[in-house]
Nanobody, 121 residues
Framework: QVQLVESGGGLVQAGRSLRLSCAAP????????MGWYRQAPGKQRELVAT???????NYADSVKGRFTISRDNANNTVYLQMNSLKPEDTAVYYC???????????????WGQGTQVTVSS
């Protein structure tokens, strides 16, 4: 079972910044797309940003210009730099990765445990 370990959430005032990290095991054969999703109370989980192994990034319209996703392929880690945070960014943020655990495996989706981000006004 692959475990994605997240860190970096917390409570912050509006306008401030936070950086989330998510690390996959280093012995993974292949990681394709990595990304961040979030789920606010009473709402469905939504995409925040994704990044391919080649570094191509995709963002939700609501975070464009404020959030930046990046990854360190050597350490199987993905980051989400969140600037100019707003109260509506408050949610549990989940890391996601498409992973093949062996050379014979197909890619499967794996999720982190979630980290709470709370932005106060």
């Amino acid at each position: 079972q692959v475990q994605l370990v997240e860190s970096g959430g917390g409570l912050v005032q509006a306008g401030r910044s936070l950086r989330l990290s998510c690390a996959a095991p280093v012995n993974i054969v292949r990681i394709n797309v990595m990304g961040w999703y979030r789920q606010a109370p009473g709402k469905q989980r939504e995409l925040v940003a994704t990044i391919t192994s080649g570094g191509s990034a995709n963002y939700a319209d609501s975070v464009k210009g404020r959030f930046t996703i990046s990854r360190d392929n050597a350490n199987n880690t993905v980051y989400l730099q969140m600037n100019s945070l707003k109260p509506e960014d408050t949610a549990v943020y989940y890391c996601n990765a498409q992973i093949a655990t062996t050379i014979w495996s197909t890619l499967r989706n794996y999720w982190g445990q979630g980290t709470q981000v709370t932005v106060s006004s």
